[in-house]
Structure formats: C-alpha cells, structure tokens
C-alpha cells in the first residue's frame, strides 16, 4: 500500500524559503517517478516540479522555474521541494505524488497516488 507523507509546510514572509519533505512507503520508491503539486482555495490543483526515478530529469511548472528544486533521496525513500524566492502566490496546499506505473518518465496528468497535503503561506 503507498503511503505517502508530507511535512515542512508553513509559514515564511515574501522572498523567504522553506523545503518540504515527502516519506515514502508501501512500495519500491526509487522505480518511481515523483511529483509535487499544489492547490490553492478556489483553483485548480497544479503540477509545480516532478523528477524521474533515478534524478536524471526534472521538470518545473514556468511559475517556480528557478526559485524551486525537486530532488530525491532513494536511499531514505524520501523527496524533497527546495522553495526560495518565495511569493505570495505560493500560497497552497503542497501534495507530493508518485507516478502510475514504475520505471518511465511521467507527464503531470500520470500520478495515482497522493499524500494528504502541506500548508504553505507566504505573507507579502
């Protein structure tokens, strides 16, 4: 069973930072591809950065290219979100993701399995 578990959401002013953690369990993590999204209140849950099993692709959502960095540690089945340059646009629940199917590169329309979420705010 995929257990997936968000921490290191919260509060920060404007241009702050914070890095998120997802543990991972239930399943061989690093055959997966993993994700991030969020979703603020009255919007659409948005793909923000996703990473290939084994680190050698990453991709980013336009709006957090080169503020935010996806990385993964397969050792400690664990992903993590470096945010900086935080705005308050942020602002949203943060979910990590992992892909559908093991071993390939996923779209963002390709994650089955989700954690309950992380509050990020950021205050201007």
């Known amino acids: 069973q995929v257990q997936l578990v968000e921490s290191g959401g919260g509060s920060v002013q404007a241009g702050g930072s914070l890095r998120l953690s997802c543990a991972a369990s239930?399943?061989?993590?690093?055959?997966?591809?993993m994700g991030w999204f969020r979703q603020a209140p009255g919007k659409e849950r948005e793909g923000v950065a996703r990473i290939s099993p084994l680190s050698s692709t990453v991709a980013y959502a336009d709006s957090v290219k080169g503020r935010f960095t996806i990385s993964r540690d397969n050792t400690k089945n664990t992903l993590y979100l470096q945010m900086t340059s935080m705005k308050p646009d942020d602002t949203a629940m943060y979910y990590c993701a992992a892909a559908l199917r093991p071993g390939t590169w996923t779209t963002w329309s390709s994650f089955a399995y989700w954690g309950q979420g992380t509050q990020v705010t950021v205050s201007s």
């Open positions: 239930g399943y061989t993590y690093s055959a997966y591809s």
